[in-house]
């Protein structure tokens, strides 16, 4: 593999984007979105990947709020598909606070020095993994994962951009909480988190959990049981005492 380019202090490439919104194609270029803004951007090797799907995709997502109360517009996640993979895609995981750009012909990428042969893996021309701050146009910092075999993931990662935009910013509690439909002390819990200013993920009995994963967690077969940065809290009233605090 050739060295890898370092485009910190350059103006991203100027490309357009067809996308896929609903029924329509729309296109997007890229002056629409750096322009006047301060844009986090990452690439990843390709949509429903394990690393993308399981830490890197998420992590932005879950800090997005704590990125916009740093200065940042948008997030935007850069990978080397096509617009049907890439929605459906964002329709399978956590990125609602995510901007999905389908690269399908690389030529933003390229453009980044950022394209890679990934033939051995049948995958073709794709994407190297990296994260960059990106103001008006201008890459202001990259964070280029080293060039080692398979997919090394160490530096593109959400916390380590956060730490560079601000090392102080105050992260978000991890928050779960186990649900069934039509149960009111599940909405009760939910309405309590809202009301603290808790964002949680839901986790629904028979599609996200099961009674056999709920005892094993939790030692119970009630719901909802709550989770917060680690802790088991409890039902309704647990939460409720423990938010009193």
């Given amino acids: 593999m050739s060295a890898l380019e370092n485009k910190e202090g350059q103006t991203v490439p100027s490309v357009s984007w067809p996308t896929r919104s609903g029924d329509d194609w729309l296109t997007v270029t890229s002056d629409e979105i750096f322009k006047g803004k301060t844009v986090v951007v990452f690439s990843l090797p390709g949509a429903f990947t394990p690393t993308c799907s399981s830490t890197h995709l998420p992590r932005y997502n879950e800090l997005a709020k704590v990125f916009a109360a740093n200065g940042v517009d948008e997030i935007v996640c850069v990978s080397v598909n096509d617009t049907f993979v890439m929605n459906a895609w964002a329709a399978d995981q956590e990125s609602e606070n995510i901007r999905m750009i389908p690269d399908g012909n690389g030529?933003?990428?390229?453009?980044?020095?950022?394209?890679?042969?990934?033939?051995?893996?049948?995958?073709?021309?794709?994407?190297?993994?990296?994260?960059?701050?990106?103001?008006?146009?201008?890459?202001?910092?990259?964070?280029?994962?080293p060039q080692k075999p398979g997919d090394p993931f160490e530096v593109s990662d959400a916390d380590t951009m956060l730490n560079y935009i601000n090392a102080n910013a105050e992260l978000p509690q991890s928050v779960s909480i186990i649900t069934k439909p039509g149960c009111p002390f599940c909405a009760k819990a939910k309405d309590d988190l809202k009301a603290a200013g808790l964002e949680y993920e839901e986790l629904?009995?028979?599609?996200?959990?099961?009674?056999?994963?709920?005892?094993?967690?939790?030692?119970?077969?009630?719901?909802?049981?709550?989770?917060?940065?680690?802790q088991h809290i409890g039902g309704s009233e647990e939460l409720a005492a423990h938010l009193a605090k």
């Fill in 107 to 145: 030529d933003f990428t390229d453009g980044m020095g950022m394209l890679v042969d990934k033939a051995e893996l049948g995958f073709g021309k794709r994407s190297w993994r990296y994260s960059m701050l990106v103001k008006d146009g201008v890459v202001e910092k990259m964070f280029i994962e």
């Fill in 204 to 230: 629904l009995m028979g599609r996200d959990a099961s009674i056999t994963s709920l005892r094993a967690m939790t030692g119970r077969e009630t719901v909802p049981q709550v989770f917060i940065a680690g």
